[in-house]
């Protein structure tokens, strides 16, 4: 069956980019409905006639290379949807209403456990109606310069990431993980975003990343990890981008039951590949998912203990 969380949930934080004060709520939200994020600003502004509401779905995603971001009909934007995206997927919430009072979604310690722990904390509640998935069917791949992202078919949702990085703090990684029984709390959810140190020092030259810290993303400069305390896990970078694959993936509307493969794959390139596999006849469908198959999808049996491994 379809879930939505139980009760209202409260973030604050700072925007990544703008340094900005930000609230975030997750409400509860009927069957069907899926997943929807409300500018709160935009509605609140008695002169702003704009729709706030901006559905969290792969065409309304505009290209950008740091984080994905999303516009609706009237112009109206939300970035870095990526790790609340990726809590939801990994939790199994199919339905919800996100209100966030800014341009920006909170980046709290940059990675997805805040969300997974305070969801899990508020508990799922469980609807009546059966859960849809997106099945690949037949295999879709898109190629760039430098990187390369391919949706196979599978019974359930997997993931194989390769990232290759010249600095050997990063290095060469790859990691391949079947996203079922509580996968993605157990070994993605607390792996932040990285970025090298020449990468800071130009983003905050052009006033970005000004809610950027070494606590909230991985700073790496040649061989040193410059974070405090270091790395949460060996190969917490391809974690963290398996992460991201998985939050930009349910833009599809529903958990993809397929395997993604990611090389050097960022948000744009997985955005493209989804909008190639809805443009491709016969390689997907939608499908209500029996229970054997409901059992395999990444949010079924999570628990708070699963955290606690990550942890
Ligand atoms: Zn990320």
């Known amino acids: 069956m379809q879930s939505t969380v139980a009760k ?23 069957v069907n409905s899926g997943i929807t ?14 729709d706030a509401l901006i559905p969290a779905r792969w065409d309304a995603v505009v290209p950008s290379q740091l984080c994905t971001l999303i516009r609706n009909d009237d112009g109206v934007e939300l970035s870095t949807i990526e790790h609340i995206m990726a809590a939801l997927a990994g939790c199994g919430i199919g339905n919800a209403v996100i209100t966030v009072d800014g341009p920006e979604v909170p980046i709290l310690d940059g990675s997805a456990a805040p969300f ?27 190629v760039t310069d430098n990187a390369r992202a391919r949706l196979e078919p599978s019974d359930t949702m ?15 990684q790859d990691k391949h993980l079947v996203m079922a029984n509580g996968a ?56 963290h981008k398996m992460l991201d694959a998985l939050g930009d993936l349910y833009l599809a509307g529903a958990p993809i039951l397929g395997r993604y493969v990611g090389e050097k794959a960022g948000h744009a390139v997985t955005n493209k590949l989804l909008r190639k596999l809805f443009d491709t ?24 203990a699963d955290l606690a491994v990550c942890a």
Request: charged letters at 25%; aromatic letters at 6%.
């Open 8 to 30: 209202r949930i409260r973030f604050d934080g700072v925007g990544l980019h703008s340094g900005a004060p930000v609230r975030m709520e997750v409400l509860p939200a009927p």
């Open 37 to 50: 994020f409300l500018r709160s600003d935009i509605e609140a502004d008695a002169t702003d006639m704009r």
């Open 116 to 142: 997974v722990d305070a969801i899990l904390a508020a508990g799922l509640r469980r609807q009546d109606g059966p859960t849809r998935a997106l099945k690949i069917l037949k295999p879709v791949e898109l």
């Open 158 to 172: 997997e993931i194989d990431f390769h990232i290759d990085f010249a600095d050997p703090a990063i290095g060469v």
């Open 184 to 239: 993605f709390v157990r070994e993605l959810s607390n792996c932040r975003t990285f970025c090298r140190k020449a990468d800071v020092d130009y983003m905050r030259e052009n006033g970005l990343a000004l809610g950027g810290t070494f606590e909230n993303a991985v700073v790496v400069d040649g061989d040193a990890v410059l974070s405090p305390g270091g790395l949460r896990h060996d190969d917490e970078p391809v974690r």
């Open 281 to 304: 006849p016969g390689a997907w469908a939608f499908v209500t998912v029996d229970a054997a198959t409901a059992a395999r999808l990444p949010g079924a049996g999570v628990s708070p």
